[in-house]
T-cell receptor
Framework: KAGVTQTPRYLIKTRGQQVTLSCSPI?????VSWYQQTPGQGLQFLFEYFSETQRNKGNFPGRFSGRQFSNSRSEMNVSTLELGDSALYLC????????????FGPGTRLTVT | DAKTTQPPSMDCAEGRAANLPCNHS???????VYWYRQIHSQGPQYIIHGLKNNETNEMASLIITEDRKSSTLILPHATLRDTAVYYC?????????????FGIGTKLQVIP
């Protein structure tokens, strides 16, 4: 099976802009979770989508949003970018059932200048 | 979510067993123990999980104490490629979803 793919791998944006990141989960997986990783805060949970519905959310401002499509692919959007949004954004795929181990993609490295 | 405590760093000689401890004294009865690792600049990699029985797969073994308050991940023959940050997580599905909280993990350095 192909693994989790994320696009783009690297991105440079300017403060105030918005950005959309994409994640394609493992075939057959219906759950996609998003995480932000920074040196200071570590890995932080953003939100999880299952069957096109957000069913769990972390403590991030409303500028961070996401969606999931019928083919389980997911997008994450960050509006009005701030310098502090510079991070590695990771997507994790899971069946969404059973014991729920997650399989992570390589991440998108976002730099906000 | 139950919290976990791991040593911030450990060294292991190449070819020897690496034993990574994790304390989770407030674990609930329905929470599983998961281990992931993250090699520098890559996404975390799932290693193994368990509820109360010891588990083994091709990558590692997981030993959970009888009271479930601690666990140990064992890499039987560590190689240089096992150098990574190892995360111990406890989590359960509640209401159909699962929230995963990563701590700071243990930075394992395998030494030649």
């Amino acid at each position: 099976k192909a693994g989790v793919t994320q696009t783009p791998r690297y991105l440079i944006k300017t403060r105030g802009q918005q950005v959309t990141l994409s994640c394609s989960p493992i075939s057959g997986h219906r759950s996609v979770s998003w995480y932000q990783q920074t040196p200071g805060q570590g890995l932080q949970f953003l939100f999880e989508y299952f069957s096109e519905t957000q069913r769990n959310k972390g403590n991030f401002p409303g500028r961070f949003s996401g969606r999931q499509f019928s083919n389980s692919r997911s997008e994450m959007n960050v509006s009005t970018l701030e310098l502090g949004d510079s991070a590695l954004y990771l997507c994790a795929s899971s069946s969404g059932q059973g014991t729920y181990e997650q399989y992570f993609g390589p991440g998108t490295r976002l730099t906000v200048t | 979510d139950a919290k976990t405590t791991q040593p911030p760093s450990m060294d292991c000689a190449e070819g020897r067993a690496a034993n990574l401890p994790c304390n989770h004294s407030t674990i609930s009865g329905n929470e599983y123990v998961y281990w992931y690792r993250q090699i520098h600049s890559q996404g975390p990699q799932y290693i193994i999980h368990g509820l109360k029985n010891n588990e083994t797969n091709e990558m590692a073994s997981l030993i959970i104490t009888e009271d479930r308050k601690s666990s140990t991940l064992i890499l039987p023959h560590a190689t240089l490629r096992d150098t990574a940050v190892y995360y111990c997580i406890v989590s359960a599905r509640i209401g159909g979803y699962q929230k995963v909280t990563f701590g700071i993990g243990t930075k394992l350095q395998v030494i030649p």
